[in-house]
């Protein structure tokens, strides 16, 4: 059952189990470092939709459906989907998923949301509320660029702080069968805004809520940064990683040692042009959803912190001259 | 703990509690019948604040902040926030609140947000993931009028299918203790379809999925509608409402005796020019943090199903020619 640790924590007795999972990414994902981890590749990232939030729910159902099939599930077995995307009312996840007509949640915490649905999945199947979860996210380069910043066909500059929305979907059925990777605890983040108001700079507006909740889970569980193989953090890319190592350092907490950002490991930053690094909710999912439970599940790493990160902004507060504030969650993901 | 009861439903053993509750809305609501219910009426519905963004916020802060006083609790007292709103990227939630340093998971159902924020808190509660949670949600009939339809000063004309976004918000704080309302159960909603384009019809958008929810909790329960006190949909108003009678109806339930609706309850229709009746997450927000809880604390309902119901399209969806789908969450509240 869930069990409270110390002020942020939740421990899981019955440790829900990743029964499947799935990433499916675009062209320019499919020629990064982790191409061969992917279950799809699409070099048409129209999804041979007619519109770029319909390619994206596209992207959805396929990460959901082919999850499916690798867990052995039909979408009837599944109790509830926690889904979210950065779209105006999260429509990439609503029209995606609405033909399996399974019980769904919306939920939102910007690129943090592959965490806040893994959460969400945990705490309803170790406590009796659900048998089966998934946990589904995307972001697609195309809508998100149209929606945030400008239309494609403006050619806008990008600044070097700048990062790329990964065109991707990720998705992790959960629930209590089998010996697969466990989710062991989570650790729920809250706002920090210090007052970033760049929208071309996610990653430092991000990297205070990842302190935050990063230092809270340490706290809680009174252990260290050498105590886990890995620390994965969601999409800070290269400014956010460098003001997340200088955060923990003021609270005499060093993760250099077994810290890593999907945001670098998306896209090879040499040769992609994609400045900072990678973003967007299909960022972590699809490094999570491939790559981590992979090496997860054959024990090459046995002990993972995940942890999604979220900017909270919309087009209209920084119009309003708003800052960005940043959200962080935390997923203890363990093999043994 | 939380336990599965049938296909769809979750009924709680430790039955969480509500410690505190309130509602605060605007100038027109505060006209209306359930005025005397309200913990406050702002006749300026700016609320002192610059954009209507920033009010709706505003909104959201004083409902949390007047609930966790009535409760007897400080915002470092609630374990987790579940919140959301109808505005792009959940504006009005995450920058109201990011001042209480609460950690908060945004939750997504457009309209039916009340209801599942209510869930949420609910299951976490009774599993043992939270001590005391907050469910909150808002509207605010400026910045939807300027996000979903045409800016205020655009003067557009509302057809009479067309319901009124009200400017409120509520908020419920749930616990164990005390003596309060109880969440017995949850029945979390599917997505329902059934072709609806005219996004000036929501309540014949969302009536398909709460006909679908009531179903099939009340399958899962092997229950009646004469076994309710009162069947309280969120703002379905009057042409939604029909429809729910006649789709029910075609499944052998007859629900009228014990149904009202909030879209229906929060206005006066003959006089306010509300047309079709009441919507927006903050009007059953406000209609069951209100109305409805304290009739209840007062024994006058003692078994009620509130239905959230949300339309869940946007904007660009609806240009991109799509249907509205509907989404519905049951609560189900008792006071014994």
Known sequence: MPERIGK????????????????????????????????????DTTMGEKTWEKSESALQREAFSRSLDKAGYTPSQINYIFCGDLLNQSIASTFGLREFKVPLF?????????????????????????????????????????????????????????????????????????????????????????GINDINNMGAAMAPAAADTIANFLTDTQTKPEDYDLILTGDLSQIGTDLLYDLLERQQIDIRAAHNDCGLMLYDRESQDVHAGGSGCGCSAAVVCSWLLSKMEKGELNNVLFIGTGALMSPTSSQQGETVPGIAHLVHLVKK
């Not at 799935?22 to 590749?41: M, Q, S």
């Not at 690129?111 to 309803?124: I, K, R, Y």
């Not at 660029?145 to 990008?158: C, S």
């Open 106 to 194: 919306g939920q939102f915490g910007a690129c943090s949301t592959m965490a806040q649905t893994m959460a969400m999945s945990a705490v309803f199947i170790d406590s009796g509320a659900a048998d089966t979860c998934a946990a589904i996210t995307s972001s697609h380069f195309c809508s998100a660029e149209r929606q945030f910043r400008t239309p494609l066909i403006y050619g806008g500059q990008r600044p070097p702080s700048a990062q790329w929305t990964a065109t991707a979907a990720g998705c992790a059925i959960l629930g209590l069968a089998g010996n697969g990777v466990r989710v062991a605890a989570v650790c729920g983040g809250r706002v920090n805004d210090l």
């Open 8 to 43: 942020y924590t939740v421990s899981f007795s019955n440790r829900p189990t990743v029964l499947g999972y799935a990433a499916v990414a675009g062209k320019k994902e499919g020629e990064g470092p982790l191409a061969r981890y992917f279950d799809a590749i699409f070099e």
